[in-house]
């Protein structure tokens, strides 16, 4: 048994066939995650194994510009070469990692720590930053501790209501949905969704404006009464700062600005507060905003108001992403995080990890830049001159991607780990090909902390390492002891451990026998005098802050970063399709996936289509500040009339991300994905 190589459910898959090409998978009917379910992802993971196009030999840049295969000596020589020089010319910052929430546990750990110890730099993140920084930040401040969902995905089934604000899990992650037939659902989204088709209640806000639409539901639950003030004095701090900004926001204002009706709002409120177990989670629509952390926190205000985080059956989450985005944002691959989701400015923190690493605390580099500062600086006089990339395809997944690749582009070194040819390994010098899902072995965390065996089934191809042997190959070459950097996975977990020992995300109590023997452990879970059970539900009887409340948020709407005129009247809102995922390498690769979903396109209501001349299937140009996209017009009336949807999973002409900008959350530093005022004109060419 194994787990899906996608999204955060990480669905159990059991997988027949001796090779890659007779490689099958089908469902684990016992694991309760799935409950025998997987989407048309899962059931073709397979493919992925057998892409014709798989890397298989390391490749260099040849004087011609063309990458030509060598082996695996020459290409470490030559980078580990290329990376003294950089350093010794430019500093340790001269040279930048970028990791993601794709990696295990253990190679996330690996990164984080051949990043401050080999190469002593500072600046690294990940592409996680993009996914879970704003309710990682929210969950943070309020509860003292992040973890997406802190309670089991099945206590769901259980819920007589559940709020989906910015989440569709009927596309992204359908077997999810299995664990929603019983409540009902209240779904926050401006499209009509699979997901909202399932609704009970479907409030669609424009782009941009769920955090007035949250705030209007706090002010609602205190002066309709459902305040659940027992609670509030009793498990929670900053109530009144919190209220403080919310007592303006009358439903009739929050109408104005979000286009949900009053009576709407009011029903959402009252089938929140009357119901015995209700959840509050939010998703990327909420999150994936330059005030994404205050987004997040406003729901959190609504969910503490009415008296829910901390109680069973009752809670506030987040649907985490990408595959290993909870383990991926705790090992240390984050910009200003160590091991066990520890600062890195604690002193205590870095005393703890330097002792795990053999290393002098002094020594070990301080916080560096935010994934997309990090891109941004590229090349720059003062950014790095190198870049490494492990597990991530920056040139279609992050903002204002045309600037990205250009920045790509300005480096001395730009080298790529990855197991298929990305459209960022297409500009690398470097490419060094790994192994992936079903022929690794290691760890995941899902997105309800739960920590979960990835099982090696396969033998790779011939000629592929794992990304541990590659990390230890640089390393080596660049002067550090081979054993610092263990390449069996088993090994580095066990250190993984100790490192984390004592943190906020406490894995010291896990092991690979216990996981093996099939218990289900859910982190934090010590390490102690008998086997500690793991903590499936956080909260219930204190919160992580020291004097075990949570807190409010005081925070407030303010207007989006991009707000249409004249020359940009319409707001495009990214996100994903059913059969792709993140930037679309892997599944693009699928050929039953490719089918379902070829090509790009931009979703348009047909009223925007009658006023702008669209016509349906027609191509279209979409322009915005930052740049431009070519796709076909898909109408739809799920659409509001001001909003364009776009999926973001194709590179080329229709990458989404041509579009989107670099405005970002002041605190999280997530991009604003979510709205971009943009302007849709037939093709010249139509
Ligand atoms: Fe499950 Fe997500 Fe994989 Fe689909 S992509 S099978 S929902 S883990």
Redesign the pocket.
Known sequence: MTH?P??A???ATLLSGADAPSATVRPDPVFPV?RGG??Q??WTAPEVLRAPDRLRAPMVRGPDGELTPTDWDDALDLVADRLRELRARHGADAVGVFGSGGLTNEKAYALGKFARVALATSQIDYNGRFCMSSAAAAANAAFGLDRGLPFPVSDLGEADVVLLAGSNPAET???LMRHLERPQLIVIDPRATRTAERAALHLRPAPGTDLALALGLLHLAVTEGRLDEDYVKERTAGFEEAWQQAVGWWPEQVERITGVPASDQREAVRLLAEAPRAYVLTGRGAEQHSKGSDTAAAFVNLALALGLPGRIGSGYGTLTGQGNGQGGREHGQKADQLPGYRMITDPDARAHVAGVWGVDAEALPGPGRSAYELLDALGTAQGPRALLVFGSNPVVSAPRAAHVADRLSALDLLVVADFVPSETAALADVVLPVAQWAEEEGTMTNLEGRVLRRRPLLSPPPGVRTDLEVLRGLAVRLGQPAHRFPTAPREVFAELRRASAGGRADYSGISYDRLDAGEALHWPCPEGDGAHPGTPRLFLDRFAHPDGRARFAPVDHRPSAAVPDATFPLLATTGRLLAH?QSGAQTRRVPALLAAAPAPFVEVHPDTALRYGLADGEPAVVRSAHGSVEARVRLSRALRADTVFLPFHFPGPGAANLLTGSALDPRSRMPEFKVTAVAVTPSVAA
Do not use: T, V
């Open positions: 899906c996608y999204c459910l990480q669905c799935n997987l989407c992802k899962g992650m359908p077997p995922y």
